[in-house]
Nanobody, 129 residues
């Protein structure tokens, strides 16, 4: 199983970026994909997640109403559209995935790292003030 991220880069505050995460090698059709981020000197935190089984989404309070997660089921590719970026959004962003038929309401800890079996390599997002 591989998770390959793309996107990221540098942008001015108020700008937008889009991250993508393509999954290859999954045995089963349904999965949950999440985006985490880790800023220098801080712990990795969950940002958003989506269930392929019903498309339900969760967002952390810090990105709600600014970020949008989506999933192309056929391509097994998740996208994180990040708008109105702030310097506090500067971090390395990681996608993570687990093969699961469950909706997010049945995932006990959707923003806990241990929930996910597979991780991408990370991509840097830098937001200048």
């Amino acid at each position: 199983v591989q998770l390959v991220e793309s996107g990221g880069g540098s942008v001015q505050a108020g700008g937008s970026l889009r991250l993508s995460c393509k999954i290859t090698g999954f045995t089963y059709d349904d999965y949950v994909i999440a985006w985490f981020r880790q800023a220098p000197g801080k712990e990795r935190e969950g940002v958003s997640c989506i269930s392929s089984s019903d498309g339900t989404t969760y967002y952390s309070d810090s990105v709600k109403d600014r970020f949008t997660i989506s999933n192309d089921y056929g391509k097994k590719t998740a996208t994180l559209q990040m708008n109105t970026l702030e310097p506090e959004d500067t971090a390395v962003y990681y996608c993570a995935a687990v093969q699961s038929p469950f909706t997010l309401s049945r995932i006990s800890y959707p923003f806990r790292q241990q929930t996910y079996d597979y991780w991408g390599q990370g991509t840097q997002v830098t937001v200048a003030s």
